[in-house]
């Protein structure tokens, strides 16, 4: 099963407006990596975070992780209708998973203009 | 610079048949990995490749598939005897390491997409 789960499953928003997506899992993590997909193609990826951060910035996204509550969360401020895409949280935890990451089912965002 | 190629993009088959999708990860990097992606659905992992060490194949769901990494680059996902559940996109990531560190960011293919008739 997957263990990043992210929620909601969909969000619909205005442009202009700020996009949350939020993601769980259960066991310790090494990192955490937030990815986005277009057009069910290749992933890019957007931020990574340590277990031992618990704030990264990169331009209008910014991601925290709450490693006691197994959480993590993106947010997309000033969001812009080529935001619309579906966004993965993807763990590492080498411990439990060895070498790979493995992903959530993913948040589909639908930014409307 | 280059990034992660994959082809074909698009392959229709007939159950039964055997299939090759290939990967061209970005130069340099050691690891390797596969996903596959059903319609609506997050990444499932296949198999990993790390360097000169032994694929971590724990993903692959049946013996009908295999991989292979020949000298260090270039892979090949090879599916036997297709059936209609394995349509998908089939995703080609690497990254310069999988240390849980920073270089731990992966690269994606486009994708291929199958469809098994």
């Known amino acids: 099963s997957q263990q990043g789960e992210e929620d909601p499953q969909a969000l619909s928003i205005q442009e202009g407006e700020n996009a949350t997506m939020n993601c769980s899992y259960k066991?310790?993590?090494?990192?955490l990596q937030w990815y986005r997909q277009n057009s069910g193609r290749g992933l890019v990826h957007l931020i990574l975070?340590?277990?031992?951060?618990r704030e990264k910035h990169s331009g209008r996204l910014r991601v925290t992780l709450d490693t006691s509550k197994k959480s993590s969360s993106l947010l997309i401020t000033a969001s812009r209708a080529a935001d619309t895409a579906s966004y993965f949280c993807?763990?590492?935890?080498?411990?439990?998973?060895?070498?790979?990451?493995?992903f959530g089912a993913g948040t589909i965002l639908r930014v409307k203009s | 610079g280059a990034g992660v190629s994959q082809s074909p993009s698009n392959k229709v088959t007939e159950k039964g048949k055997d299939v090759e999708l290939r990967c061209d990860p970005i130069?340099?990097?050691?690891?390797l990995y596969w996903y596959r992606q059903s319609l609506g659905q997050g990444l499932e992992f296949l198999i990993y490749?790390?360097?000169?060490?032994?694929?971590?194949k724990s993903g692959l769901p049946s013996d009908r598939f295999s991989a292979e990494r020949t000298g260090g680059s270039v892979s090949t996902l090879t599916i036997q005897r297709t059936q209609q559940e394995d349509s998908a996109v089939y995703l080609c990531?690497?990254?310069?390491?999988?240390?849980?560190?920073?270089?731990?960011?992966?690269?994606f293919g486009p994708g291929t997409r199958l469809t098994v008739l």
């Open positions: 993807a763990i590492r935890a080498n411990m439990e998973y060895g070498n790979k990451l493995v």
């Open positions: 066991t310790s993590i090494n990192n």
């Open positions: 975070i340590r277990s031992n951060e």
């Open positions: 130069s340099g990097h050691t690891a």
């Open positions: 490749f790390q360097g000169n060490s032994a694929p971590d």
């Open positions: 990531a690497s990254s310069w390491a999988a240390s849980g560190g920073g270089g731990d960011t992966q690269y």
